[in-house]
């Protein structure tokens, strides 16, 4: 049997995120469930642990806990299900951003370039925007822009080009197909690497990732404990962007506000210094964890 997924910076996140055993935490990725046992062997027989994934396959690894609740949903609605399971405040939320490995290898969810199946890529098999959707109906303005945006890709505007000109009769509906169409546009050197980054940008959008992330942001400020702790491991640079700024200053440009008195006008102060990294021992281990920043921040 393969492994649904590999945590990462499993030690150093949950160590950051429990300081209070007795208290209620939220792990907002629940995916495999690696941190979620790991937060579960940290917390005392009063503390409890809501799980929150809006793909119905993690429902295969919830833990036989009396602690634990699994929430099957979207994290950007955390106010609304903590308030319904009574669950407010929290003293800790976890957030371990994107897919697990779990998604990335089942072909038929369409997350990999490395296997052949449908235009997919929904976290969750509900929601109607899926991949297939975005590439053989979005404008070829708004393709370019998502792929310079999410994939940071320098010829997003000929990527854009040749979908929409490979889509015209039948359409691009298999991720064999949008290889072979986009083949012109794939440098001969490194295959790989655009093809990740033009799946991660179709991925973000398909899944609004980082409209959902703003969502988890703002709402954590309202769930949170004085002295909570709000941990986000992040593996894209625009994410990592909108954590940071979020914890620095309370909005998402990064601007710092004061009030009357000089006070900085923010939900957190963020624990100073450069985001924790994985070391080289687990990158080696995880290739998965070689992109991974992990932002910490205490709620005022
Ligand atoms: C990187 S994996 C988390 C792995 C997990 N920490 C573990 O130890 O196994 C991210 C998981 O979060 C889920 N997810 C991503 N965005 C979500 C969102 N907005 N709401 C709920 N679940 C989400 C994905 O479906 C995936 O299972």
């Known amino acids: 049997m393969t492994t649904y997924h590999n945590p990462v910076l499993l030690p150093e996140s949950v160590a950051a995120l429990v300081k209070n055993p007795d208290g ?12 979620t046992r790991k937060i579960l062997d940290s917390l005392s027989s009063k503390g409890r642990l809501l799980s929150f994934d809006r793909d119905a396959d993690a429902q295969q690894n919830i833990p036989d806990d009396p ?31 994107g897919i697990s490995s779990h998604q990335i290898d089942e072909g038929e969810r369409g997350f990999s370039h490395r296997f052949d199946g449908p235009l997919d890529m929904r976290m969750d098999r509900d929601a109607t925007l899926s991949a297939d959707v975005v590439i053989n109906t979005y404008s070829e303005n708004d393709l370019a822009k998502m792929f310079y945006t999410y994939g940071e890709i320098a010829n997003s505007r000929k990527l854009a080009a040749a979908i929409c000109s490979k889509r015209t009769g039948k359409g691009i509906h298999t991720t064999e197909e949008l290889k072979t169409a986009i083949a012109d546009c794939t ?9 990740s980054q ?30 909570g702790v709000l941990v986000v491991i992040s593996y894209h640079s625009l994410e990592d962007r909108m954590v940071k700024n979020y914890m ?11 009030d009357l008195y000089g006070n900085l ?36």
Do not use: W
């Open 24 to 35: 209620t935490f939220v792990d907002a990725t629940f995916g495999g469930g690696g941190h």
């Open 67 to 97: 602690r634990f609740t699994l929430v099957h949903h979207n994290f950007s609605f955390i106010k609304q299900f903590l308030r319904y399971y009574n669950a407010l405040p929290a003293s800790g939320i976890l957030a371990d951003l």
């Open 187 to 195: 440098p001969k050197l490194t295959p790989a690497k655009y093809l």
């Open 198 to 227: 033009v799946y991660q940008a179709i991925r973000m959008e398909v899944n609004g990732e980082m409209k959902s992330l703003e969502n988890l942001l703002i709402q954590s400020a309202d769930v949170l404990e004085k002295g």
């Open 248 to 258: 620095n200053s309370g909005n998402f440009y990064g601007k710092k506000e004061t």
């Open 265 to 300: 006008n923010r939900p957190f102060n963020p624990i100073p210094g450069k985001p924790i990294v994985p070391g080289d021992d687990e990158i080696q281990q995880n290739r998965r964890a070689r992109s991974a920043k992990m932002r910490i921040a205490i709620k005022n």
